[in-house]
């Protein structure tokens, strides 16, 4: 009977964890701009998302300045029930095409992926951190030791603005 009672309480808490991962980008639709001085700044990076084809997809429009030009991209992002994670999707306008790997770590989601870029081999990570409803960290790493360590490549703040 004990064991009985265990095994159910285990199961419930591994559902409860799984819906809890399903429910993380709960927060994600909208336009969200990058914020300066504490205000959402429209003529920097912003994203637009949207619902995809069930409640845990979500379409991202993306439209990035940066210093000496601009990029416009689409990137996909669900719940991938097989792997319990969270893989996204990256197409842009100058031609990339990326597929990152979702891992949890410290109870934020975290997508992964391999470069190679004229030589520079580096394991790259970035996670889009909730701090409120409504203000997200967007945090880029890379570490050249397989994950062990990381160096920052770039922190930015978001807040929803629709």
């Not at 701009?33 to 993306?62: C, H, I, L, Y």
């Not at 945090?139 to 930015?156: M, N, P, Q």
Request: proline share 2%; hydrophobic share 35%; with cysteine.
């Amino acid at each position: 009977m004990m064991r009985c009672i265990v095994v159910m309480v285990l199961a419930a808490t591994l559902a409860n964890a799984q819906t809890d991962d399903r429910r993380y980008f709960d927060f994600w639709e909208g336009a969200w701009a990058q914020e300066v001085d504490g205000k959402p700044d429209t003529s920097k990076t912003m994203f637009w998302v949207t619902r995809g084809v069930n409640s845990n997809t979500f379409m991202e429009d993306w439209r990035m300045v940066f210093d000496g030009g601009s990029l416009r991209a689409t990137g996909v992002r669900a719940w991938d029930d097989s792997t319990k994670s969270w893989p996204y999707v990256w197409i842009s306008d100058a031609g990339h095409y990326q597929q990152w790997e979702g891992r949890k770590v410290d109870g934020n989601w975290y997508i992964y992926r391999r470069f190679n870029i004229n030589g520079d081999k580096y394991l790259s990570r970035q996670a889009w951190i909730p701090e409120s409803p409504t203000r997200l960290m967007r945090i880029s790493e890379k570490s050249y030791d397989d994950g062990k360590t990381w160096e920052l490549r770039f922190k930015a703040y978001y807040l929803k603005v629709e």
